[in-house]
């Protein structure tokens, strides 16, 4: 395998690592995000958009 080679495969090894971690990333923050907000829903609080008012 020439340098070029194992230069390019480096490149491309390294990228896609960092793409499935930032895939990674956003999916558990996501799954926080989404667990914070059954949280304040439970809690009473209601979002802006929320057209009906429940009392």
């Known amino acids: ?15 896609a690592i960092v793409l499935a971690g930032l895939i990674g990333w956003i999916l558990l923050d996501q799954r926080a995000r989404k667990r914070e907000l059954a949280e304040l829903e439970a809690a009473g609080v209601r979002r802006r958009s929320d057209k009906v008012a429940k009392p």
């Open 1 to 15: 395998m020439s340098a070029h080679a194992l230069y390019v495969t480096a490149a491309y090894g390294i990228t």
